[in-house]
C-alpha cells in the first residue's frame, strides 16, 4: 500500500526559530513529490522536487528530496506568526496522474 | 485568470439525501482530480478525470460515490444517500497536459464543506 509519513504531527515554535518538516514516503512509480501549505482554505503549492540532492528555495523556504532513502525536508528558517499552517507533502506516481498525501505537519509559530 | 473554483462552499445535507460537488477546473486544465479531507486527517485521493473520461477512480468507495467531467460544464462529485461519514471537506485540482504530458503541480479549490446531519 502506498504510503506518505509526515513528521512531527505538529510542533509549535516561536518567532525567529527554524524549523524542519519531514515526510517520508513508500510509494509505487515514483513521479514527483510536491509540498503544499495549508491554512484554513485550500493546499497552496510550494515545491515540486524530482531529482535527488537539488535544493529548491523561495525565500526563506527550502526543500530538498533524498530518493536513495525515500524523504524530503522542508526547510524554513526565521519562522513568522504567517508560516503557522498545516504542511503537506504528496507523492505523485507515474502515469496514474493521482498523489498521495501525509497527513500533514500542524506548524504553530508564537510571536 | 480565475483559479479552480468548487461549489457549493459549502452544503448541509440530511442522512438519506445526495449531494452534488461542482468543479470548475483552471482555464486551460483538462484534468480533475478529487480529494477528501476527513477533520483532523490528510488528503485522500478519490479519483483523477480527464474529459468524459474516468482514468483513476481507486480512492472512490464502491458505493454511493461517482464522478464525471462532461464535454461541457464543470465536474460532478455525486454522493448518494449521504450517511453522518461523509462530512468532510472535498477538495478538487486542477492540472493542465502540456504537451502531451501530465503536470503534476496541481491546483486546488477552496473545498466544498459538507456536513450530514
Known amino acids: 500500500e502506498d504510503k506518505v509519513v509526515q513528521s512531527p504531527l505538529s510542533l509549535v515554535v516561536h518567532e525567529g526559530d527554524t524549523v524542519t518538516l519531514n515526510c517520508s514516503y513508500e510509494?509505487?512509480?515514483?513521479?514527483?513529490l510536491l509540498w503544499y501549505k495549508q491554512e484554513k482554505k485550500a493546499p497552496t503549492f510550494l515545491f515540486m522536487l524530482?531529482?535527488?540532492?537539488i535544493e529548491k528555495k523561495s525565500g526563506r523556504l527550502s526543500s530538498i528530496l533524498d530518493k536513495k532513502e525515500l524523504f524530503s525536508i522542508l526547510n524554513i528558517t526565521a519562522t513568522q506568526t504567517g508560516d503557522s499552517a498545516v504542511y503537506l507533502c504528496?507523492?505523485?506516481?507515474?502515469?496514474?496522474?493521482?498523489?498521495?498525501f501525509g497527513d500533514g505537519t500542524t506548524l504553530t509559530v508564537k510571536p | 485568470n480565475a483559479g479552480v473554483m468548487q461549489n457549493p462552499r459549502h452544503l448541509v445535507r440530511r442522512r438519506g439525501q445526495e449531494a452534488r460537488l461542482r468543479c470548475s477546473p483552471m482555464?486551460?486544465?483538462?484534468?480533475v482530480y478529487w480529494y477528501r479531507q476527513l477533520p483532523e486527517e490528510g488528503l485522500k485521493f478519490m479519483v483523477y478525470?480527464?474529459?468524459?473520461?474516468?482514468?483513476?477512480e481507486s480512492g472512490m468507495p464502491k458505493e454511493r460515490f461517482s464522478a464525471e467531467f462532461p464535454k461541457e460544464g464543470p465536474s460532478i462529485l455525486r454522493i448518494q444517500q449521504v450517511v453522518r461519514g461523509d462530512s468532510a471537506a472535498y477538495f478538487c485540482?486542477?492540472?493542465?497536459?502540456?504537451?502531451?504530458?501530465?503536470?503534476?503541480?496541481?491546483?486546488f479549490g477552496p473545498g466544498t464543506r459538507l456536513l450530514v446531519l
Open positions: 478525470l480527464q474529459k468524459e473520461n474516468i482514468i483513476d
Open positions: 482555464k486551460g486544465h483538462s484534468h
Open positions: 485540482a486542477s492540472s493542465p497536459a502540456y504537451r502531451g504530458l501530465l503536470s503534476e503541480t496541481q491546483y
Open positions: 524530482t531529482s535527488s540532492g
Open positions: 504528496a507523492v505523485v506516481q507515474t502515469n496514474a496522474g493521482k498523489s498521495t
Open positions: 510509494v509505487t512509480n515514483f513521479r514527483s
